[in-house]
């Protein structure tokens, strides 16, 4: 009976870890070491064990992971290259689109195939051009809105007579080292600033051996920021109070080149007693000074309202310069320029564009608002077409300008004016009642009235409270606190009715109308006690 017992067969034990395999291999010279038991038993009779492992390495290769040495691609120490579209340095910064082409190595640079690829280059796919995801019919609105922003063009349209003024007059002062002051007064939106930044580009080589400074005064914390502001631009070390004033008028009057500032939003600089607008306009008047000084700023009257002593000695008072609104032709031209940029068929109708000037210009004549208006056209118009195209497939093959698949039309500028320079005051009406409020409405015949007796469009918050609390006496009712007149002046600039210029405080913050007069008026004229108080005026 044949046994059953397993034959004895020799095995290999190999350690767990890494560690034990080190300490169980016993050290062996390379004289006297052989081949191992494995090796032995695996190889055939008459064949040595070397040629055995040889063969068997070359017909069953390990697998990447476990290749050692130059065999595997990831231990090679150069760096080896990368595919085309990585390789090729003129791919960095280029974003692929929706169908684009994959680059082919020849316009890749490539010397040769990858090794990646075992010497085998990718197929390319000659097949009919694959359908897009989006269609590209959105590119002329895109082009449309980029050129309606309200950037500084490289020509201001219709502002001819206002840019050679300043030019005339940086020309006098400047470069004929006169010392003198311009005060430039209009509307947000009639170019004060865009006027005035094409001038001192173009006479960047005349003005080129003085100190030219430009300040933001939106930008200072309060009226006193400005000198530590200037002496810093002019290099002096800051300096608050009075001695930073001496500082200034003695760096100002001592030997040098010509002194050139310019300070934007001017009235952000007024305080009480406007004792730094005085003292930066009598700069100017120094003996020996070399300062020429430039503001800008919205206020028509700014120098008869609150720097009347100026004009105490007629010669040295400053040179007023204003920028009348834009007119419904300019803003005509200046809306067909900027469209005419975009190539192929117009984006905007004629009618729409014409209707959008002419209601522009009836109420303010600011281009920013006109160039917003048509921008927010495009862009109804543009969410229209693309929820209409989405996922649609386009074949292969654009013209080289995109068509327009829908023109902005009448409606849809009639819509966003609506929604910028609407009625407003009726916005709260609901089924016919007015549920606009008492005290807003009270607020409104107060400034109302205060506008005329200035005979500005812009006061402060202080003055406006006092006027609203004299109207309310007058009429015997209950007035607010300032900080909630704040809230009320807050509440009608979200409704579109006042714009609210803040300031450091609150009693200095500027309030004006963002719509005429004569339409306010006659909105507010709807109630009995509204007429009352706009007849009975201010005591």
Not at 32 to 49: H, I, N, Q
Not at 75 to 104: H, I, M, W, Y
Not at 313 to 320: I, K
Not at 366 to 393: F, G, I, M, S
Request: aromatic share 2%.
């Amino acid at each position: 009976m044949a046994s059953t017992s397993p034959q004895h067969q020799p095995t290999i034990d190999f350690p767990r870890r890494r560690s034990a395999r080190r300490l169980a291999a016993p050290p062996t010279s390379p004289a006297k070491s052989g081949p191992d038991p494995l090796t032995r038993r695996l190889s055939p009779p008459g064949r040595p064990a070397a040629a055995t492992r040889s063969a068997r390495t070359k017909a069953l290769p390990l697998s990447p992971r476990k290749r050692l040495g130059d065999d595997n691609l990831c231990n090679v120490p150069q760096a080896l290259p990368c595919s085309p579209t990585k390789r090729s340095k003129e791919n960095q910064g280029r974003r692929l689109l929706f169908g684009d082409p994959p680059a082919s190595p020849e316009k890749a640079g490539s010397p040769g195939p990858s090794p990646r690829c075992g010497g085998q280059e990718t197929p390319q796919s000659s097949g009919p051009a694959r359908p897009r995801l989006f269609r590209q019919e959105g590119t002329c609105y895109q082009e449309a809105k980029r050129v309606l922003h309200a950037a500084v063009p490289d020509r201001l349209h219709a502002r001819e007579r206002e840019t050679g003024v300043m030019r005339q007059f940086l020309r006098e002062h400047v470069c004929g080292r006169r010392p003198g002051s311009l005060y430039v007064s209009g509307a947000p939106g009639t170019g004060k600033t865009a006027s005035l930044s094409h001038v001192l580009l173009d006479c960047k080589d005349e003005l080129a051996g003085s100190k030219t400074i430009v300040l933001n005064c939106m930008s200072l914390s309060s009226p006193q920021s400005v000198f530590p502001a200037v002496a810093q631009e002019l290099g002096l070390p800051a300096a608050a109070g009075r001695d930073g004033v001496r500082r200034l008028e003695k760096h100002l009057t001592a030997q040098g080149p010509m002194v050139l500032l310019v300070l934007d939003e001017l009235d952000q600089l007024e305080s009480k007693g406007q004792d730094v607008l005085y003292t930066l306009f009598e700069w100017p008047r120094l003996p020996r000074s070399r300062l020429v000084l430039v503001g800008l700023a919205n206020a028509l009257d700014l120098m008869d309202r609150s720097l009347a002593r100026l004009g105490a000695r007629p010669a040295s008072s400053p040179q007023l310069l204003h920028f009348p609104p834009y007119t419904r032709e300019q803003l005509s031209t200046i809306l067909r320029e900027r469209l005419g940029q975009v190539a192929g068929d117009p984006v905007l109708d004629a009618a729409a564009l014409q209707f959008c000037a002419r209601k522009v210009s009836a109420v303010s004549g600011d281009a920013r608002k006109a160039l917003d208006v048509c921008r927010r056209a495009v862009e109804v118009v543009e969410l229209e077409v693309r929820n209409q195209t989405l996922l649609k497939p386009l074949p292969g093959g654009d013209s080289p300008v995109s068509p327009v698949p829908k023109r902005v039309g009448l409606l849809h500028v009639s819509r966003v004016i609506s929604e910028v320079f609407g009625d407003r005051l009726a916005a709260g009406a609901v089924g016919g009642r007015d549920t606009f409020p008492l005290q807003q409405k009270v607020l409104l015949c107060s400034l109302l009235l205060l506008a005329r007796r200035l005979r500005t469009r812009e006061v402060t918050l202080g003055k406006l409270h006092d006027a609203y609390s004299q109207v309310c006496r007058q009429q015997h009712l209950p007035a607010v606190d300032q900080a909630e007149c704040l809230s009320l002046v807050t509440l009608l600039e979200s409704r579109g009715v006042l714009e609210l210029k803040r300031a450091k405080e609150a009693r200095l913050a500027k309030v004006s109308l963002k719509m005429e007069e004569v339409a306010v008026e006659h909105a507010l004229q709807d109630t009995a006690l509204v007429g009352s108080i706009l007849a009975q005026g201010l005591r």
